[in-house]
């Protein structure tokens, strides 16, 4: 049960903005109890079933992070989140195999609507009526690209984010290629928005590429609401290996060009035979050197907010928890 739930007031504008699991967690958690919410959502992914529908239709924009956005925000019947998340296995269904029907459906309305992608979003957000807005942070097709600081250069999200058959090297930094401009939409709600919730995700394949859109950081210095970041409680390898909160939050002002309002940091303890699986694939929990993020940032919120049912993820319910008092806070002084 959330605490602080009466600290949250319907009519709040709150806008999330990242992209894959973390904000799936998020968004599904905060459709409980918010009453205007936006989700904006990166548009850098470069693999599997999307970059099949990029490669095969001409798809400009990949399809999978708004999928499940718009799965998150559903307020249907569990059946089609299902539908919607579905994936045909690659051994027994040839052509389609790989493809998540979810990705199939929205391809096909956006070519009953003549190609155009946010009608298609509303259409599926009518099928699955959706608790928010689930917006595309650019309407433009470009491509990430990470420098590595021997001035290697890798392009595409799904190449940054698995380094398997190239060195793994510190990112020195990403940008996108060509530059693109931001959505309407995207701008408007992050410009009117009381919060925006940057996160939970992963640092330079999920949250950065929203800030490198032309437009997004200039509507977040220019949003008079509270900036809240939520920090990762793993380590990635190949994009983030050895990142101490503080890392996270540097990356984060560097492409934001301004200080967040808040950041949020796990300090929850994991179970040993959790970890050993994470350390096979050189992943460990990120350290909360609180000391040092303090100097970053005007209000610090650390506690347990993460799960390690299975897998090790924040807990959308405790980072709820950890928010709602600053909001609170925020909103005593505003009065």
């Known amino acids: ?5 009466s600290n949250l007031q319907v009519h709040d504008r709150i806008v999330t903005m990242g992209g894959g699991t973390g904000s799936f967690t998020m968004l599904s958690e905060l459709k409980k109890v918010a009453g205007n919410l936006s989700a904006i959502v990166t548009m850098s992914d470069s693999g599997g079933s999307s970059r099949r529908l990029i490669d095969e239709f001409g798809r400009p924009l990949p399809l999978g992070d708004l999928r499940q956005a718009l799965v998150a925000l559903s307020r249907s019947s569990r059946l089609w989140g299902d539908v919607f998340n579905y ?8 052509e389609l195999g790989g493809h998540s029907l979810g990705n199939l459906i929205l391809h096909s309305l956006q070519d009953l609507n003549d ?25 433009k097709q470009s491509t990430l690209c990470a420098e590595l600081d021997n ?3 890798v392009r595409g999200e799904s190449s940054i984010d698995r380094p398997a058959g190239r060195e793994v090297r510190p990112i020195e930094r990403v940008y ?24 939970p995700g992963d640092l330079y394949t999920s949250i950065i590429p929203c800030l490198l859109v032309g437009g997004i950081a200039e509507a977040i210095r220019s949003c008079e609401g ?23 939050v540097r990356e984060v002002h560097t492409y934001l060009g301004r200080r967040v309002d808040t950041v949020l940091i796990s300090t929850s303890a994991y179970p040993e035979p959790l970890l050993e699986a994470y350390a096979r694939e050189q992943a460990f929990p990120v350290p909360a ?25 924040h807990d959308a319910e405790r980072v709820l928890q950890g928010i709602w008092p600053v909001l609170a806070d925020e909103r005593s002084h505003s009065d």
């Open 1 to 5: 049960m959330i605490r602080h739930r």
């Open 87 to 94: 994936r045909f296995p690659d051994s027994e269904h040839g």
């Open 115 to 139: 190609g155009d992608l946010l009608e298609a979003l509303e259409d599926a957000a009518e099928i699955l009526n959706t608790a928010g807005h689930v917006i595309p942070v650019t309407l």
């Open 151 to 153: 001035g290697t250069i």
């Open 176 to 199: 996108l290629e060509p530059d693109v401009h931001a959505s309407v939409r995207a701008r408007k709600a992050l410009e009117r928005a009381d919060t925006v919730i940057i996160g």
């Open 226 to 248: 509270e900036i809240i970041y939520v920090c990762n409680v793993m380590t990635k390898h190949g994009e983030t290996d050895d990142f101490r909160a503080s890392d996270f």
């Open 289 to 313: 050197d609180l000391d040092a993020v303090r100097e970053l940032v005007p209000h610090v919120v650390a506690g347990h907010f993460s799960t390690t049912e299975r897998l090790i993820r």
